[in-house]
């Protein structure tokens, strides 16, 4: 899926890349998680098949998403179910062990990446939505990210379902 980086998604749309909302539990019910009003929604990092913008990443931001991936500061993208990586090419990539999704390394740890979910990230009044394959585009497909992003990644919060404002789903 292809969307181009710093692409200002409408006041009032889940905080996601889909135009369905975001569903969170809190207890046994259901309900939908919204951003606070007057805050922006940028997309960042879906890439679709090309690499728009290469270069070095900074090791700071690279630690912060891998932090945020390993802390499952990851929101579900609901029915809009798994994506592979457009960019990798042949099953040795995408299938590196066999199984599905890629396993970059940094600073000696490494872990798979699943083509499913995206961060939320919010510095002052932005919320960046990006997938979680972005690790896997910065690492294994040098992609480098808006320095606008980089900085929120670094300075700003993961935001995670009890930093959304809950409204029940009806019954």
Same mark, same amino acid.
């Given at each position: ?16 890349? /889909? ?8 207890? @046994? ?9 007057? #805050? ?9 098949? /090309?690499?728009?913008?290469? +270069? ?5 931001? *690279?630690?912060? #998403?891998?932090?945020? /991936?390993?802390?499952? #500061? ?23 062990? +066999?199984?599905?999704?890629? *396993?970059? @390394? ?6 798979? *990446?699943?083509?499913? +979910? ?36 670094? @300075? ?10 809950? *409204?029940?789903?009806?019954?």
């Amino acid at each position: 899926m292809y969307i181009e980086d710093l692409t200002q998604l409408p006041p009032g749309h889940p905080p996601s890349p /889909y135009r369905f909302p975001i569903q969170i539990q809190r207890g @046994e019910r259901w309900g939908q998680g919204i951003l606070q009003v007057g #805050l922006a929604l940028y997309a960042v990092g879906w890439l679709g098949n /090309y690499v728009p913008n290469k +270069g070095v990443t900074p090791s700071r931001c *690279i630690s912060q #998403l891998w932090e945020a /991936y390993e802390s499952k #500061l990851v929101f579900s993208d609901g029915t809009a179910g798994w994506h592979d990586c457009e960019l990798c090419h042949g099953e040795d990539e995408w299938y590196p062990d +066999g199984k599905v999704g890629p *396993i970059p @390394e940094w600073q000696g740890r490494r872990q798979r *990446i699943y083509g499913h +979910g995206h961060f939320l990230i919010q510095h002052n009044e932005t919320v960046f939505v990006s997938p979680a394959l972005i690790l896997h585009y910065i690492l294994d497909h040098e992609y480098k990210p808006p320095d606008v992003f980089i900085e929120a990644v670094e @300075e700003g919060k993961f935001l995670g379902p009890k930093d959304l404002f809950w *409204i029940e789903n009806d019954s």
